[in-house]
C-alpha cells in the first residue's frame, strides 16, 4: 500500500506540482524540499516530454527548458531516492504512456517501488486501457491515479468506483493553466465521485489564488496547484525556493 493516504490525514491536502528539470535535477529537489518544509501533504513530479497534450504554455515551457537542461527518467529516478532520505511525503509522477512503455513496464514500475514512488498520474492513458500497466504497478506499490474531466459525466461514477490512491478531478476544459475564474459545476462532479467512492478528491487546473483554494477546498479534499509553481520557477530560475516556499505556504494556510 502506498503512502498516498497520509497525505489527507491532517484535514484538506495541499498537492504541489513542479516539472523535474526545471531548471535543473538538483534545484528540483531543492524545490521540493522548499515545498514540503512549507507544508505540502504530497509532491506531484513531472516526467519532461516532447509532446505534453494536456499542458498549456507554462508547463509546455518548463518541459522545453528541462529537456533542453539534458533531463532524464533516470536522473530523475536517482533524484528521487535522494529525496527519500530526506522526507517521507507522497511523490506521484505525472508522465506519458510513452515514455513510460519505452522504458518498459516492468522496468518503469521496478524503479519507482525501489526509490519510493507512491502514484503516477497518466493523463493521455484512457480509463479502459489502463489495465495494461495496472496490475504491474500495482504489483510494486504505485497507485495510477484516476482523472475525471467534466466531459466524464457518463463515466464519473464507474472510474471512481475503480479509483485508488486519490482521484484526480479536473476543474476546467482545455490544458492546464492558471485561470482567473473557475466555472465548471465542481459541486455536482464532486456529488457523483463521492457517491461511488470513498477515496479522497483533489481539484486541480487553474487553482492559483488564495480565494479560489479556499473555495474548493470547502467541497474537495485537497487542491492541486501546478501552473504558478513553474511559473514562479520560469520567473526566478535558481533564486526560486524562496518565492515557492513563500507561495505553497501561503496556499496551504488558505485550506486550513
Do not use: W
Request: glycine share 8%; proline share 4%.
Amino acid at each position: 500500500m502506498s503512502k498516498i493516504q497520509n497525505a489527507f490525514k491532517n484535514g484538506k491536502a495541499f498537492i504541489g506540482f513542479l516539472t523535474a528539470g526545471d531548471p535543473s535535477i538538483e534545484k528540483t529537489e531543492e524545490f521540493i524540499l522548499e515545498m514540503v518544509k512549507a507544508g505540502t501533504d504530497l509532491i506531484e513530479i513531472g516526467i519532461p516530454f516532447s509532446d505534453p497534450i494536456a499542458e498549456g504554455s507554462v508547463i509546455q515551457s518548463a518541459n522545453v527548458r528541462a529537456l533542453s537542461a539534458g533531463t532524464t527518467t533516470d536522473k530523475i529516478f536517482s533524484m528521487v531516492k535522494s529525496l527519500r532520505t530526506k522526507t517521507n511525503v507522497p511523490i506521484v509522477f505525472l508522465t506519458y504512456l510513452n515514455p513510460v512503455f519505452k522504458y518498459g513496464y516492468e522496468n518503469f514500475f521496478n524503479y519507482c517501488n525501489q526509490v519510493g514512488i507512491d502514484g503516477i498520474i497518466i493523463p493521455d492513458m484512457p480509463f479502459e486501457e489502463k489495465s495494461e500497466c495496472y496490475i504491474i504497478a500495482q504489483n510494486n506499490n504505485v497507485d495510477i491515479i484516476s482523472m475525471i474531466a467534466p466531459t466524464s459525466e457518463q463515466r464519473i461514477k464507474e472510474i471512481a468506483a475503480n479509483a485508488v490512491g486519490y482521484i484526480y478531478v479536473v476543474s476546467s476544459l482545455g490544458v492546464t493553466g492558471m485561470r482567473s475564474e473557475i466555472k465548471t459545476d465542481l459541486n455536482s462532479i464532486l456529488k457523483s465521485v463521492k457517491s461511488a467512492s470513498s477515496v479522497p478528491v483533489a481539484v486541480g487546473f487553474g487553482i492559483n489564488t488564495i480565494e479560489q483554494a479556499k473555495e474548493i477546498s470547502k467541497i474537495s479534499d485537497g487542491i492541486i496547484v501546478g501552473s504558478a509553481i513553474v511559473k514562479i520557477i520560469e520567473k526566478h530560475g535558481n533564486q526560486a525556493g524562496k518565492y515557492i516556499y513563500e507561495y505553497t505556504k501561503s496556499m496551504k494556510q488558505a485550506i486550513l
